[in-house]
């Protein structure tokens, strides 16, 4: 991280098509209080892609819409530096992200991303 607390690592690729959010439910699930992270391996060396969810049980779509960005900036400031090349990571939040102060959520973000209890 530089100085300015911005990431120096390349941002993580986004996952886009619905086949591929689908791809990776095949992989690991790591459960979480705020939020479930699905991992899978693609076997390549590329950049790591991730996608965000969050269903309708959360809310209405800004009460989603909140928790989505949180996520997205949780990964961009903090826990895109621990995604490993060649996975693919699929977010979903849960409401409990919304009201979790932002310090618990990158660290429980970069410690599910990273596989760690």
């Known amino acids: 991280m530089s100085a300015t607390g911005k990431p120096t690592g390349p941002n993580p690729k986004r996952l886009l098509k619905r086949a591929?959010?689908?791809a990776v439910r095949r992989g690991e699930k790591r459960?979480?209080?705020l939020f479930l992270v699905?991992?899978?391996d693609r076997g390549d060396r590329e950049a790591p892609r991730v996608?965000?969810?969050v269903t309708k049980k959360v809310g209405n779509a800004v009460v989603r819409n909140r928790v989505r960005r949180r996520l997205?900036?949780?990964v961009r400031v903090h826990a895109?530096?621990?995604m490993v090349p060649g996975n693919?990571?699929?977010i979903v939040g849960r409401d409990?992200?919304?009201s979790a102060p932002f310090g618990q959520l990158k660290a429980e973000l970069s410690r599910r991303i990273r596989g760690t209890r």
Do not use: I
Request: net charge negative; proline share 0%.
């Open 20 to 22: 591929e959010f689908l």
């Open 31 to 33: 459960r979480g209080r």
């Open 38 to 40: 699905e991992v899978l």
């Open 51 to 53: 996608g965000y969810t």
């Open 72 to 74: 997205r900036e949780a």
């Open 80 to 82: 895109a530096d621990d």
């Open 88 to 90: 693919d990571y699929v």
């Open 96 to 98: 409990d992200a919304l």
